[in-house]
């Protein structure tokens, strides 16, 4: 099996490729030869499913913005024949048929005649189970970390044999997560910037177990919501408290965060320093987490982090 690099971010002079095996597949009888894949293949997706796919995916259909991504950066997005109506990049994506948004239509799909369906938690139980009845072939790709975002690209591909394009990408992104790493471990101070993300007005923000989270942390910035999981609604009153030196909010608008009621008090809100962020980059599981961690560092560190 096709082996991927995966670094802890910590080693952070130890640049050689280090083999590990994290997807297992299985070749059954009589195999039909597809350049470095065997077919048919099974793997196991990341909702612990055990998957065969009889023949190189000629038509796919993509069910999460996160999963396309994914495709196109690997060089498989020619064969992307369906998307849904949340995806929006690369641009090609938009004259591609749509198949719903978060709710998918299985007649949409049908009509598509995919090989195989690249789906999400996200997406629900009853619509993959459906699709499955339907005798569709669906492969889940989920992740909360960046070793699973790793996995998730490595398991896209195997499944569509672009496993050379799918290893780069694992290391071009690997390697930009530890020239991050550096310069901010070069101009961090002794505390690292206190950080609230802000998800929505209604103050949900990203704690432990999340992705971003990881990037946030990654970037040299300590989220005061580091300790509640997943994510969480916090009363305005703990904010004030817990006084963040950074406000990264996630929906665009800066001006109501800054006059919001009581929020005077909040050394961010009196220095200014708050800033908004192209939710896709830090909300989608795929190529693009990387833009999002170097915009968070440059963020918390201007004029200091290239």
């Known amino acids: 099996m096709k082996k991927f690099a995966l670094w802890s971010f910590m080693i952070v002079f130890l640049l050689s490729l280090m083999g590990c095996q994290a997807i297992s597949t299985t070749e059954e009888n009589s195999p039909v030869d597809s350049g470095d894949v065997r077919y048919p293949l099974t793997i196991t997706d990341q909702a612990g499913n055990k998957v065969t796919i009889p023949k190189l995916p000629e038509r796919i259909v993509s069910l999460v913005p996160s999963n396309t991504e994914i495709l196109f950066a690997i060089g498989a997005g020619k064969n992307v024949v369906g998307v849904t109506t949340n995806d929006d990049y690369p641009k090609e994506v938009k004259s591609l048929p749509k198949v719903g948004d978060m709710t998918i239509n299985a007649e949409k799909v049908l009509a598509q005649k995919p090989d195989i369906i690249f789906a999400s938690s996200l997406n629900g139980k009853e619509t993959v189970d459906k699709l499955k009845k339907l005798g569709l072939t669906v492969v889940l790709l989920d992740a909360n970390s960046i070793k699973e975002v790793y996995q998730s690209i490595d398991i896209a591909g195997q499944v569509t044999n672009q496993l050379r394009n799918s290893d780069k990408l694992i290391g071009k992104m690997e390697a930009e997560k530890l020239k991050i790493f550096r310069q901010v471990a070069a101009v961090k101070k002794e505390k690292a ?49 817990w006084n963040p030196d950074v406000i990264v909010s996630m929906y665009g608008d800066t001006k109501t965060i800054q006059n919001r009621a009581g929020w005077n008090a909040i050394r961010a809100v009196q220095e200014k320093r708050i800033t908004s962020i192209d939710p896709n980059i830090v909300s989608r599981p795929g190529p693009r987490i990387m833009e999002a961690m170097h915009q968070l560092a440059k963020t918390f560190y201007p004029g200091q982090v290239k």
């Open 193 to 241: 910037v206190k950080v609230w993300l802000e998800s929505d007005p209604s103050l949900f923000t990203a704690g432990k177990g999340t992705l971003l989270n990881e990037l946030t942390s990654i970037a040299g910035g300590d989220n005061v919501a580091k300790n509640l999981n997943g994510w969480p609604q916090v009363q305005s009153e703990t904010v004030v408290k």
